[in-house]
């Protein structure tokens, strides 16, 4: 089910790499438009890319994925039911002090997750993995609050697992990935507009 083909005759993938696209891709469109759906996607992808990232040894993007599943299904519920009215989170900003912790929780995540992959697998990359399993988990945390802060790491983090993912041989999800850094400036766009359209 899972064996190599060629992708457009040029892009070496596999069918659980295009479902694993196709619902990444169709996730991020959803999050942009602020639909809650957009985390069951997250959900299904995440479960698939889990997969997909075991086969490629990238174990901190393997174990990314569980923990992108149980904090969808937290997303799911502030968008549909978080914020002071208990009517879904609105989009906001971070001031000085909230990106001071976000450089402090990535930098801890980053120490922490090249740790446990120095002492428990076999990963060739076990640096870049771990920076930007890191830096996923602080973004995607942001984005289950609807903080317009979490486009900016996500531009940065997708530009860096495009050149991640060519590494290891994974051209689809670099594809996708370079997809996912320009609608993340998209999403940025769309968010700050709304933010502006709520502004006093």
């Given at each position: 089910m899972n064996d190599a083909l060629l992708l457009f005759g040029a892009i070496a993938t596999s069918p659980l790499e295009i479902a694993s696209f196709s619902l990444a891709l169709v996730m991020v469109l959803l999050n942009i438009r602020q639909s809650p759906w957009a985390w069951l996607f997250?959900?299904?992808?995440?479960?698939?890319y889990a997969?997909?990232?075991?086969?490629?040894?990238?174990y901190?993007?393997?174990?990314l994925q569980f923990v992108f599943i149980a904090?969808?299904?937290?997303?799911?519920?502030q968008w549909l039911f978080g914020g002071r009215n208990h009517h879904g989170v609105t989009?906001?900003?971070?001031?000085?002090?909230?990106?001071?912790?976000?450089a402090l929780a990535w930098a801890l995540g980053y120490f922490a997750v090249a740790a446990v992959l120095h002492a428990f697998t076999d990963s060739d990359v076990p640096h870049i993995d771990a920076f930007l399993t890191a830096g996923s988990l602080v973004a995607q945390a942001l984005l289950t609050r609807k903080?317009?802060?979490n486009w900016h790491l996500w531009i940065v983090i997708d530009l860096l697992y495009v050149g991640l993912y060519i590494h290891k041989d994974l051209y689809l999800t670099a594809v996708l990935y370079g997809l996912f850094a320009l609608l993340a400036w998209v999403g940025m766009r769309t968010w700050n507009r709304t933010l502006q359209a709520g502004a006093p």
């Open positions: 997250a959900i299904a992808s995440a479960g698939l997969v997909v990232f075991r086969d490629a040894r990238l901190g993007d393997m174990a904090v969808s299904l937290w997303g799911w519920y989009v906001s900003r971070l001031g000085n002090r909230g990106w001071m912790l976000v903080i317009v802060q």
